[in-house]
């Protein structure tokens, strides 16, 4: 065919930098037990998206976990929230139930591939179009449920809270805290209290569901580069064990559990988590906000240039891409996300056989803000001010 034309031809060139949007971490990752739940809405060991926390409790039944850490979450905020309900265990004694409860939220992969239980959870994009990123098991996070959860918030680039399950005083939770290592974790102690309409009584408060809650509220109003930590937690009236704490002193139950990489409960106008600590077993992750950061930067950046996979490699497109990659920096810089950031391109790494073989590489490195941990106001008493007193005497 001829390539004459007589007229006018338009070619696009769709050449440029484009506009990286940061993707979302306010959504809530949890497995829970309700046996007399509605099955239709939360059918077992399905990812459910929920929009409406409130309504969703009506549906939740009254057993089991479900209704309770819906609760203490809509207590806090109006996340979007995945639930997987498992089946409660059964056995000859109360023991045996308990143990095979462990292993339904653990979960597994059935004969015929079905992800159940926490492993659910890595299914929930599929199946539900959203991925937590904040995740727990309130109610039933013992070590073995804990140890499980670490993997799948690794795999989900999420961040889990953990109880220090069983744990009755302070040297026990710090002991707890040596199970883990991971910086996707935070172990807290010990638990929030809360009046329960049910039984007309005082009981556990769900405490790893209000810190879901509050950390999606955390991530909706000020973002995630806050840590959980000293921010008012609604709905509870007091705490299950005595953590001495001064906000002035050191040495107190509060700092050793904090050094100790644990996040405790303090009552100062309201109550608050005290600590802002991971698992993490590497000093670079030593803050909640530093994984997070990480978790955020790192998914935004991958899933932002899936329109660049498979085009042409050309100096357009990697400048395209660097370009971009640092008007987002810049644009989290301005926010107070990071302190700061940059992207570039490095030669000594794309040599001509790694090019050839249609491979690219772009480097950037970036500060998290890190948390104002410990203030020092250094005090001093002078006399110099007493001139200015004596002078201002006859001045008038």
């Excluded at 995945?82 to 292993?103: F, H, Y």
């Excluded at 929030?192 to 009584?201: E, G, Q, V, Y």
């Excluded at 005595?242 to 509060?254: I, N, P, Y």
């Excluded at 992207?343 to 490195?365: H, P, Q, R, T």
Aim: aromatic share 8%; hydrophobic share 40%; net charge negative.
């Amino acid at each position: 065919m001829s390539d004459f034309h007589h007229g006018v031809q338009v070619v696009e060139i769709n050449d440029g930098t484009r506009v990286i949007s940061t993707v979302s971490t306010a959504i809530v990752g949890m497995v829970c037990t309700a046996s007399d739940a509605d099955a239709a809405t939360f059918p077992l060991n399905e990812p459910v998206l929920i929009t409406s926390v409130q309504s969703a409790i009506g549906k939740a039944g009254k057993k089991g976990t479900l209704a309770a850490a819906l609760q203490a979450i809509a207590d806090q905020a109006k996340p979007v929230i995945v639930v997987v309900r498992v089946e409660e265990g059964k056995g000859e004694d109360e023991q045996s139930a308990l143990a095979q409860t462990v292993s339904n939220i653990i979960g597994t992969t059935d004969a015929n591939g079905k992800y159940t239980g926490l492993k659910a959870l890595l299914t929930a994009e599929a199946v539900t179009g959203v991925k937590p990123r904040i995740l727990g098991v309130p109610g039933f996070d013992s070590l073995e449920v804990a140890t499980a959860l670490a993997p799948v918030c690794q795999k989900l680039r999420a961040f889990g809270y953990v109880s220090a399950w069983g744990c009755k005083t302070l040297s026990e939770a710090m002991l707890y805290r040596d199970n883990f290592s991971q910086r996707e974790l935070m172990v807290i102690w010990p638990d929030f209290l809360t009046w329960d309409t049910a039984t007309s009584t005082t009981a556990n408060a769900f405490t790893i569901a209000r810190a879901l809650g509050l950390r999606a509220k955390i991530d909706q109003e000020q973002g995630w580069h806050k840590t959980l930590s000293n921010v008012g937690v609604n709905g509870v009236t007091g705490i299950s064990a005595s953590v001495f704490w001064d906000l002035q002193e050191s040495g107190t139950d509060a700092d050793l559990l904090n050094e100790a990489g644990v996040t405790t409960l303090v009552r100062k106008d309201g109550f608050r988590f005290w600590g802002n600590r991971t698992c993490s077993d590497d000093p670079l992750f030593l803050f909640e906000n530093y994984t997070r950061t990480a978790q955020v930067i790192a998914d935004t950046m991958a899933e932002a240039h899936m329109w660049a996979i498979d085009k042409p490699i050309t100096a357009t497109l990697i400048r395209d891409i660097i370009d971009g990659i640092n008007a987002k920096f810049r644009e989290l810089k301005t926010s107070g996300y990071i302190v700061d950031a940059t992207c570039w391109f490095d030669e000594s790494a794309n040599d001509a056989l790694s090019v050839k073989a249609g491979k690219l590489y772009i480097d950037y490195d970036y500060t998290p803000v890190p948390p104002l941990e410990n203030l020092t106001l250094r005090q001093r008493i002078t006399d110099k001010y007493l001139v200015n007193l004596v002078s201002s005497v006859n001045s008038k």
